[in-house]
T-cell receptor, first 113, second 115 residues
Framework: KAGVTQTPRYLIKTRGQQVTLSCSPISGHRSVSWYQQTPGQGLQFLFEYFSETQRNKGNFPGRFSGRQFSNSRSEMNVSTLELGDSALYLC????????????FGPGTRLTVL | GENVEQHPSTLSVQEGDSAVIKCTYSDSASNYFPWYKQELGKRPQLIIDIRSNVGEKKDQRIAVTLNKTAKHFSLHITETQPEDSAVYFCAASRPRDSGTYKYIFGTGTRLKVLA
């Protein structure tokens, strides 16, 4: 099976802009979680989607949002970008809602200038 | 809030020696504890995991131990090799049905295996 894929891999934006990142889970996986990875804060949970519904959410401002489509692909949107949003954004998929094991994608490196 | 403390932040060992990384979690409802290895520029990869109903799990040179009472879990790598050099993350999660499910990651340990 193909692994988790994310597009784009690299992105450069300026403050105030918005960005949309995409994640395609492993075939058959229905749960997608998003994480922000920075050198200072490590890996922080953003939110999780299952069956097109946000099931759990971390402690991030409302500028961070997401959605999941019927084919389990997920998008994450960040509006009004700030310099501090520069990070590696990782998504991870798992088979089902009660399955804990997560498999990560390669990430999208976002740089905000 | 819940957190996972991970120590040490960096660890250097000679090739062939053992490496131990320790994590402490605060949420007593946590029941799943995975370990991830992240090589430079690559995605985190699951290397081993343990559930709260098990005290120890081994997979070749890698083992994880869990002490629920003390809320500690540790990663043990024996006979280290240069390719073990990477950043290792521990994580803890509570059951999804608990209403506030999320993975909480430790801050990572940079392991260097010296040839």
């Amino acid at each position: 099976k193909a692994g988790v894929t994310q597009t784009p891999r690299y992105l450069i934006k300026t403050r105030g802009q918005q960005v949309t990142l995409s994640c395609s889970p492993i075939s058959g996986h229905r749960s997608v979680s998003w994480y922000q990875q920075t050198p200072g804060q490590g890996l922080q949970f953003l939110f999780e989607y299952f069956s097109e519904t946000q099931r759990n959410k971390g402690n991030f401002p409302g500028r961070f949002s997401g959605r999941q489509f019927s084919n389990s692909r997920s998008e994450m949107n960040v509006s009004t970008l700030e310099l501090g949003d520069s990070a590696l954004y990782l998504c991870a998929s798992s088979f089902g809602y009660h399955t804990d094991t997560q498999y990560f994608g390669p990430g999208t490196r976002l740089t905000v200038l | 809030g819940e957190n996972v403390e991970q120590h040490p932040s960096t660890l250097s060992v000679q090739e062939g020696d053992s490496a131990v990384i320790k994590c402490t979690y605060s949420d007593s409802a946590s029941n799943y504890f995975p370990w991830y290895k992240q090589e430079l520029g690559k995605r985190p990869q699951l290397i081993i995991d343990i559930r709260s109903n098990v005290g120890e799990k081994k997979d070749q040179r890698i083992a994880v131990t869990l002490n629920k009472t003390a809320k500690h879990f540790s990663l043990h790598i024996t006979e280290t090799q240069p390719e073990d050099s990477a950043v290792y993350f521990c994580a803890a999660s509570r059951p999804r049905d608990s209403g506030t499910y999320k993975y909480i990651f430790g801050t990572g340990t940079r392991l260097k295996v010296l040839a």
